[in-house]
């Protein structure tokens, strides 16, 4: 769940992306997991779901590596998009705690680096 202001806007990254609505300090806590807004699934879950529900978990949930779990943010979170010079990154202790990076500017896109916590970084990149 994003704890600071955002909102929805066409990304130059791809389709839609989350802007920051307000400056952002380097270090501060972008966004963390909230139950029951942000919800987990185990791998096994998956498969008994119809091809819809699958699809969407495939683009808006991730897979992470520190759980295992696929994990489904229930905000604009589920809208940021990969860069290779990320301005927001994962906790390296896996608690879904994201907190920025640099200083990040009122109407700058939040971007992470999927391959540093989505095990399934290679699918959503076109690369596997």
Not at 4 to 14: K, V
Not at 80 to 107: C, F, K, Q, W, Y
Not at 108 to 122: G, P, Q, S, V
Request: charged share 20%.
């Amino acid at each position: 769940m994003l704890i600071i202001r955002t909102y929805l806007a066409a990304s130059s990254i791809h389709g839609l992306g989350v802007f920051a609505n307000e400056n952002v300090a380097p270090g501060r806590i972008v966004s963390r997991f909230m139950p029951p807004l942000d919800v987990t699934l185990p791998p096994e879950y998956i498969p008994i779901l119809s091809p819809a529900e699958q699809e969407y978990l495939k683009i808006y949930a991730y897979h992470s590596i520190f759980s295992q779990l696929y994990v489904l943010t229930g905000d604009h979170d589920r809208f940021m998009n990969h860069s290779d010079d990320p301005n927001v990154g994962m906790n390296p202790d896996g608690t879904s705690t994201n907190i920025a990076l640099r200083e990040i500017a009122a109407g700058e896109e939040l971007t992470c680096d999927y391959r540093t916590f989505d095990a399934d970084w290679k699918t959503k990149l076109g690369v596997a």
